[in-house]
């Protein structure tokens, strides 16, 4: 000590404040401004007000979680029944990372989150596995040495495939396959039961000829006729 | 890549007309196009070279024998054959599990990844490779039923439906299958160090 101490007024604390809280006056003018915020009450309330509301903005700043510790804090004192239990937070963890957590569950579960030591890492743990396991699946193995010939082997008895060709009966049934196609259309179905109809019918009738297929339909008539006659007299056979 | 070519231009159908006609390279074309992707399908769930080639064989003769069943209607080649060896692959694990015995994958074999070094340092790839070893290692250490959905949904890439159907059970427990096999298979990998904050 000098004996000769810098004094400052009020209006200079204020003016310096912000070099103050920023450490960038000289030695003496820093010792003034603490020796000032000690002796007068008002200055000393001024200095712990900016102080706090730094520190406030600090956090503001750097928001780590949505959810700050001391908000989560204040909710688990006053509402304790809304608390999560660390079962509870896993079995929702994927619901989570997918986006499909309700509003009520969300916000619960983001404070067990900033609160539970042993959850709060499980969440970036669970993404690092799932990129692990992505990573796994780009890495494929390699092919074992003749794996494709092997199995070439065992299904068609050869290894050199290129000289299997198609025989000329499988190439006719599928020439046959492919142009049945067609009829499977639902359209055409009628078509086709009128013709498979007619088939059958003239493969009853005598030689298939027009004038037999008439005699025959005939026939055919006088005999339901005849049942239907017999039906209505009540007359058994 | 070269199964999805196989199917581009919708020549699936055409190949397995072909097949059906007895054309080999018809077939031989098929087996080079999806043979790799259902060999390391098998491998994730026996962890064996040996027991997914194996595997991988046994697939190849069923898709041989049921060429006739594919309908190009219900969806492409590519669709059909995966959702075959899928089915056939789950199969079988399950039938490992029931009978321990028989099961040839129990033991992780040292088989060593050989990665695609294009573009990447020695250092990275010697990393990438430990990474692939240590998640294998982690997949293989949990439950059947959390490792069949692991599987299907971060690896294979499955949507949720797609595993309902695959596996006939309630989409509530594939959900919670998934949820529980993730957690788990990140705190082993969290014991394991390779997942760490």
């Known amino acids: 000590m000098n004996g000769r101490e810098k004094k400052i007024g009020c209006n200079a604390f204020e003016e310096n404040l912000t070099d103050y809280l920023d450490r960038a006056l000289d030695g003496e003018s820093q010792r003034a401004m603490a020796s000032h915020s000690l002796e007068c009450p008002l200055c000393h309330s001024l200095l712990n007000d900016v102080k ?8 503001i700043a750097s928001p780590e979680n949505h959810l700050t510790g001391l908000e989560a804090k204040i909710l688990e004192r006053t509402i304790p029944e809304s608390a999560m239990r660390c079962e509870e937070f896993e079995d929702s963890l994927t619901d989570y990372l997918d986006g499909f957590l309700p509003a009520t569950l969300f916000h619960r579960w983001e404070r067990h989150a900033v609160l539970c030591e042993s959850c709060t890492d499980l969440p970036g743990e669970v993404v690092r596995s799932i990129a692990a396991c992505y990573t796994y699946k780009l890495d494929e193995l390699p092919l074992p040495e003749g794996l494709n010939e092997r199995i070439l082997e ?6 050199v495939a290129s000289e299997l060709k198609p025989s000329a009966i ?5 020439w046959i396959w492919e142009i049945k196609v067609p009829i499977a259309v639902p359209q055409l179905a009628p078509v086709a ?3 498979l109809f007619a088939a059958l019918f003239f493969g009853q009738t005598g ?3 027009i004038g037999g297929m008439y005699q025959k339909s005939v026939e055919l008539a006088g005999q339901t006729y005849q049942q239907g006659a017999e039906m209505v007299l009540g007359k058994d056979n | 890549m070269e199964a999805v070519k196989a199917d581009t231009n919708n020549n699936g159908a055409e190949l397995v007309r072909r097949c059906r006609a007895g054309d080999g390279a018809a077939w031989e074309e098929i087996v080079q196009s999806y043979s790799r992707r259902i060999f390391n399908l098998a491998y994730r769930f026996t962890s064996s070279v040996e027991a997914a080639e194996d595997l991988t064989q046994e697939v190849f003769v069923r898709i041989h024998k049921t060429l006739d069943q594919y309908d190009p209607k219900q969806g492409n080649l590519s669709n059909w054959l995966m959702r075959l060896a899928r089915n056939l692959i789950i199969d079988d694990y399950r039938h490992r599990q029931r009978n321990p015995q028989n099961s040839m994958a129990d033991t992780v074999d040292k088989h060593s990844f050989h990665l695609r070094a294009v573009g990447t340092s020695a250092q990275k790839q010697v990393e990438r490779r430990e990474l692939c070893n240590q998640v ?4 293989d250490k949990l439950p059947p039923d959390l490792r069949t959905c692991v599987i299907l949904r971060d690896i294979e890439e499955l949507t949720y439906r797609e595993i309902v159907d695959l596996l006939a059970i309630p989409e509530g427990t594939v959900k919670s299958r998934i949820n529980r096999g993730r957690i788990e298979l990140a705190k082993i990998l969290r014991r394991m160090r390779v997942v760490e904050i």
């Open chain 1, 52 to 59: 706090d509301t730094l520190a406030a903005c600090k956090e």
């Open chain 1, 154 to 159: 065992i299904t068609i008895g050869t290894t």
């Open chain 1, 170 to 174: 499988s190439r006719l049934k599928e």
């Open chain 1, 193 to 195: 039961m009128m013709l």
């Open chain 1, 207 to 209: 030689g298939g000829s």
């Open chain 2, 136 to 139: 294998q290692q982690g997949i």
